[in-house]
């Protein structure tokens, strides 16, 4: 045997035990042919084929796929809508033939069923029964669409709607009314609360009025009570009714004064108050400023009078001098 005919043979078998053994991963299968003709799915594990007779065509995963899938269509209220489907599925594992065969691009199949469904559905909604019916429009899709694919083998797991996007101008306009509805709302709820802020303070003053008469007619029967036993008293040494009357109406008209002078820092001037007393009271007045204003007089009449007099004395007196008068006019005697 030639030195390079082992290196041959060795790399000769190294080639068909790589192309005779290979692996398939968990949760997938392998698509085995032989001269182009399907010929078994393999599962996970180690696997055989024979080589240069049978070939891989293909893999598929047996794990679930999420496909996302934007719609733009346009509500029953004329407002144009993005809707995002998010379309959950998976290989059904006993039909693996199927999904490798039937579907080229299965993605491309689905998206389609998304879109005849969303444009069917949506255009009947209202705008704000796409948001409040979402629900129901992902198990319409879902629904719709596991039927329709079922047939190639795979599986709608789920189908979610998981964002409805209107226009700019719409999303603006709702915050706008969402805000002013819960604006209208706050009122509310403030106007209630000072209603009833306003309805106990009025309860509160009311009870506070009732208990202040009710202590006021308490302090009263029992005034009324002590000046009865005052009379009573009076009465029993000889002082009639009247009298003692007077006399009890004096005795708290002197204490009240005599209670009000006991105060420091007060400032507090009493004048009569009723209308024959203040009457009277001006009438005093008045001729007090009279009085006065006649004795100012008397008295400026009087200062004349002697100033007058005092002035004719001084004119009658002849003036008196210590010294004898001096002749002023000696030296001009002398020069004539």
Known sequence: MSIFTTP??????????????????????AIVERFGKFQSVRKPGIQVKIPLVDRIAGRLSLKVLQLDVVVETKTSDDVFVKLKVSVQYRVVE???????????????????????????????MKLDDVFSKQDDIAVAVKQSLGDAMEEYGYFIVKALVTDIEPDAEVKRAMNRINAADREKTAAQYEGDAARILIVEKAKA????????????????????????????????????????????????????????????NSNLILLPNSPQAGSTMLNDMVAAFTASSKIGEAMQKENIKSAKSDAEEAKQEPPQFDDPPVDNFEGEDEVV
Do not use: C, M, W
Request: no cysteine; aromatic share 10%.
């Open 8 to 29: 041959l043979i060795i790399l000769f078998l190294f080639f068909v035990l790589i192309s005779t053994i290979f692996i398939v991963r968990q949760q997938s299968a």
């Open 205 to 264: 003053e009311a009870e506070s009025k009732r208990l202040q008469g009710q202590g006021i007619a308490d302090q009263r029967r029992e005034i009324a009570k002590g000046i009865e036993d005052s009379v009573g008293t009076l009465g029993s040494v000889g002082i009639n009714s009247q009298e003692a009357s007077a006399l009890i109406v004096v005795t708290q008209h002197y204490d009240t004064l005599q209670s009000i002078g006991g105060e420091t």
């Open 94 to 124: 006993s039909k693996v033939f199927d999904a490798f065969y039937k579907l080229d691009f299965p993605q491309d199949q689905i998206t389609s069923y998304v879109f005849d469904l969303i444009r069917s559905q949506v255009p009947k």
